[in-house]
Nanobody
Framework: QLQASGGGLMQAGGSLRLSCAAS????????VGWFRQAPGKEREFVAA????????RYTDSVKGRFTISGDNAKNTVYLQMNSLKPEDTAVYYC???????????????????WGQGTLVTVSS
């Protein structure tokens, strides 16, 4: 089970840190991704981390602003979001899967486990 938290209302230029805590699975063995879905739009990839592959990946629109990281001791993955923009407004979901190959890391259908989502609203 995944529990996402940390969303809220922020002005443009501000920062938020999202957390994804896991129970029943050990994140260090999984690929963990963050996705977001804005109203009327499809769910899109934001970032993912895989200790197994030794990689972190970001969608172009968040590179240099967002950072994904993990804390094995807390079995939690974070998404630090800086320089927020109104277009970052969305419900953010974390997801995890053990068997993803690196080339499939950006696709929502690759992930078996999903958190409930946390709303991020960025005002201009």
């Amino acid at each position: 089970q995944l529990q996402a938290s940390g969303g809220g209302l922020m002005q443009a230029g501000g920062s938020l840190r999202l957390s994804c805590a896991a129970s029943g699975i050990t994140f260090s063995s999984y690929v963990v991704g963050w996705f977001r879905q804005a109203p009327g739009k499809e769910r899109e990839f934001v970032a993912a981390i895989s200790r197994r592959h030794g990689i972190a990946r970001y969608t172009d629109s968040v590179k240099g602003r967002f950072t994904i990281s993990g804390d094995n001791a807390k079995n939690t993955v974070y998404l630090q979001m800086n320089s927020l923009k109104p277009e970052d407004t969305a419900v953010y979901y974390c997801a995890a899967d053990r068997g993803i190959i690196a080339s499939m890391i950006r696709f929502p259908t690759s992930y078996e486990y999903w958190g409930q989502g946390t709303l991020v609203t960025v005002s201009s």
